[in-house]
């Protein structure tokens, strides 16, 4: 079976990122068994949920290796075939000595490229303390990474392989449901309010490129936001605006859920 190709790419933000997926898909669909795509970032996992999940043969599931998993591979496979799939994710212990030279997940992905893992081997990598980081990644990944020496800066890494449950997860945050009175619609206001910083930390966390508006970067702090906006901020989790309401004193009552 050949899909409309043409007709599901049209006006997609990320046309490169999904012909990989349109290729797997046609290719279940030719040999009947489940596919397991790379990982993807969190836009591309909605985009191609949002464009392909209609497919009336196929099937769709995300999986991370964790609950909040931002990058996260997808399973295709038929609608009548249920799979019996295991995970394909394995876990990595990531070593070095960051007492006097602060670390980031950023930090750590760029490390792990140089060394040769692709991209797309890659999830989600995060910091702990400042003895470097754990991640999580693809099975063929791990076995290139294990053991491996690497440098983020000036500091020696050293990769190791591990099961999932061996790994110290991220923690899970439980949603709550937040609301606030605010002069503006700006998005440096909300996003003080919903993740508690102030509006010059947002600034600077804006700066170093850790908050994003709907997954993409953020240029300016001004930017009027409306509901079904979501904020990211690294390491803090995710706001959605549920719904933004004129007082009247001419003020915004913002209602926020964070996770």
Do not use: Y
């Not at 003080?192 to 600034?203: E, L, M, P, Q």
């Not at 600077?204 to 508006?213: D, P, T, V, W, Y």
């Not at 930017?223 to 719904?243: H, I, N, P």
């Amino acid at each position: 079976m050949t899909l409309p190709r043409d007709q599901l790419l049209e006006g997609s933000q990320d046309p490169e990122g999904l012909e990989p997926l349109l290729d797997l898909a046609e290719e279940v669909l030719r040999t009947w068994q489940p596919r397991w795509s790379g990982f993807l970032s969190a836009p591309l996992q909605e985009e191609a949920l949002e464009r392909l999940g209609h497919l009336s043969e196929l099937q769709w599931e995300r999986q991370g290796g964790h609950a909040g998993a931002e990058r996260c591979r997808l399973l295709c496979h038929r609608r009548d075939a249920a799979p019996d799939e295991p995970l394909p994710i394995e876990g990595l212990l990531i070593e070095g000595n960051f007492l006097f030279d602060p670390l980031s997940p950023a930090d750590l992905r760029q490390a792990l490229q140089a060394m040769g893992a692709p991209a797309e081997g890659l999830g989600d990598l995060w910091v702990r303390g400042d003895r470097g980081g754990q991640g999580l990644c693809t099975p063929p990944c791990a076995e290139l990474l294990d053991a491996g020496h690497g440098q983020v800066r000036d500091v020696p890494i050293r990769c190791e392989r591990r099961p999932l449950e061996q790994l110290q997860l991220p923690a899970i945050r439980a949603p709550r449901t937040l609301s606030s009175v605010e002069a503006s619609c700006r998005l440096d206001a909300i996003a003080s309010a919903g993740f508690g910083i102030s509006r010059s930390k947002v600034i600077s966390q804006i700066k170093a490129g850790r908050l994003r508006h709907n997954w993409q970067p953020i240029r300016l702090a001004s930017r009027e936001l409306v509901v079904g906006d979501r904020l990211q901020l690294q390491d803090r989790g995710m706001v959605e605006v549920l719904s933004l309401t004129l007082t009247k004193r001419e003020r915004w009552r913002v209602e926020l859920k964070r996770t």
